[in-house]
């Protein structure tokens, strides 16, 4: 993958919490830093933009007629189902 080199600002606090970072040797450079946020950035985005169609399809999908109880007992049966497998 081709490499593009970019010119950022920053402020003397924003730099000196970069520096911070990789000095904890959680990065070995600035670049992999900024780099890493930016993938970090990118995966928030993702799964906001699927959030928000899961709530305009349970939006469009119109109104329960089931009462809170039976959406209450299905929830319960689910997650014990969930704990079985998962056990």
């Not at 906001?48 to 939006?59: G, H, P, S, V």
């Not at 999908?61 to 998962?86: H, L, P």
Request: glycine share 4%; aromatic share 6%.
């Amino acid at each position: 993958m081709a490499m593009i080199r970019k010119t950022i600002t920053l402020t003397e606090k924003m730099d000196a919490w970069i520096k911070s970072r990789v000095k904890s040797g959680d990065y070995g450079n600035d670049s992999e830093y900024i780099r890493d946020l930016m993938r970090r950035d990118e995966d928030l985005r993702r799964a906001e933009d699927k959030l928000r169609a899961m709530i305009i399809a349970a939006e469009n999908s119109g109104t329960s007629t089931r009462t809170f109880d039976e959406i209450w007992a299905e929830g319960v049966q689910r997650a014990r189902m969930n704990q079985a497998r998962s056990a």
